[in-house]
């Protein structure tokens, strides 16, 4: 069976929203259903691959085989006792060659019966049972990714109720009725939408929601590709889908319940991907409130310190702090206490209540002890005396 691709490209740039309130940013990645067709695409390839690996098997088995059934004729035409001694060591090969016959035999057997039971997927059905309807596509312009972003809003903003309401509904028949009154809603912009709600649903942990409209952006991918497929206007082969999905022809529902289950797995990984970037998000928002006014994050600088000094902070002890200072080499010691203060672990000249400059460490009361510079000037005088 012949098997066209299918351009996906017209689900790039569609929109998530991270609050219904916000403008939408753009996905800055290749659309949940291109991921989902280039993924088959990549199956099919692996499973055809499998079946020409076997196929070589069995053929070198088969030749394997082939010489070894030729030497037993011509060691059995020989009368020497090499040749017999020989002949049933050939025997015993040819022996463990048949068996593995049947093994290769039995694993292409089990190939092409699975190659049989594949659904059809999206890229095949509407290849039969469909007639054109007499709709015809109207030629359009290529639009620019500007234009196409203005008519999603200008849709959305028109018609945002009576899509969720469309996502809502369960019955094949409530959703051709539907569309049969509403058929504005049957073109890629609600397709679109839909894929967005299934986003949000699941990034709300509103599983069971984003499952049922999910199903409803399936029937909505399906329409738009047949009619693809048939060149004509979604809006007049809709009824051709639901004729044929509520025949219960198995292929067709094998294949759309196919197109399903991967689509809710790649909502729930773009859903996850969403969730973590927030965290993100807001754990750099935390940090960056914790900040000390030269931009370090006092975390990182109290864990690059020596333990000696991590051990003054710790108990807020600020003379010992000075002791392990002094005995620290003063080019260490300085850069130290630089990160420390461009943290804001010390804060150095801070002001008492009495107006004094003080040096106190970040949460601490105990203010009224010298600055690095001043503890290194008494550390120099002591070495002069």
């Known amino acids: 069976m012949t098997m066209s691709r299918i351009d996906y490209s017209v689900w790039d740039h569609i929109e998530v929203s991270d609050d219904e309130d916000d403008t939408h940013p753009n996905i800055d990645t290749p659309s949940l259903f291109r991921w989902r067709h280039q993924a088959r695409v990549e199956r099919m390839e692996e499973f055809q691959k499998k079946g020409e690996e076997l196929n070589k098997g069995l053929s ?52 092409q019966r699975e190659e049989k039971k594949m659904p059809w997927n999206v890229d095949t059905l509407s290849k039969d049972g469909f007639s054109k309807s007499i709709v015809n596509v109207k030629p359009e312009t290529e639009e620019t990714e500007e234009e ?30 539907y569309l049969s009154d509403h058929p504005h809603l049957v073109c890629e912009e609600t397709a679109n939408y ?81 969730i973590e970037k927030a965290m993100k998000e807001y754990e750099e928002e935390e940090r960056q409130k914790r900040l000390g006014p030269g931009g370090l994050d006092p975390v990182d600088v109290y864990e690059s310190l020596p333990p000696e000094m991590q051990k003054c902070f710790d108990e807020k002890d600020i003379q010992m702090l000075q002791e392990v200072i002094s005995k620290m080499d003063p080019t260490e010691a300085k850069a130290h206490m630089k990160r420390c203060i461009d943290s804001g672990l010390w804060v150095p000249n801070a002001k008492g209540d009495d107006g004094e400059e003080k040096g106190e460490e970040k949460g601490d009361e105990k203010d009224d002890e010298p600055t690095y510079e001043e503890i290194q000037h008494e550390k120099e005088e002591a070495k002069k005396e």
């Open 148 to 177: 196409k972003e203005q008519k999603h809003k200008t849709f959305v903003e028109k018609y945002e109720k009576e899509i969720k309401h469309f996502g809502m509904l369960r019955r094949w028949d409530d959703s051709q009725k």
């Open 194 to 274: 839909l894929v967005i709600m299934c986003i949000d649903l699941e990034v709300e942990e509103k599983h069971a929601l984003m499952e049922q409209v999910a199903h409803q952006t399936i029937v909505m991918q399906f329409i738009l590709e047949l009619a693809k497929s048939l060149k004509v206007d979604p809006r007049g082969c809709f009824r051709q889908f639901f004729a044929k999905i509520k025949t219960a022809d198995q292929q067709y529902q094998e294949a759309f319940n196919d197109e399903l289950e991967s689509f809710k797995e790649r909502v729930r990984g773009r859903a996850k991907i969403r």
């Open 60 to 111: 070198e088995c088969r030749r394997k085989l082939a010489d070894t059934q030729k030497k037993i004729k011509e060691l059995t035409i020989s009368t020497s006792e090499d040749a017999k001694a020989e002949l049933s060591k050939v025997q015993a090969e040819e022996k463990k060659l048949k068996k593995e016959e049947r093994d290769w035999e039995r694993k292409v057997g089990d190939y």
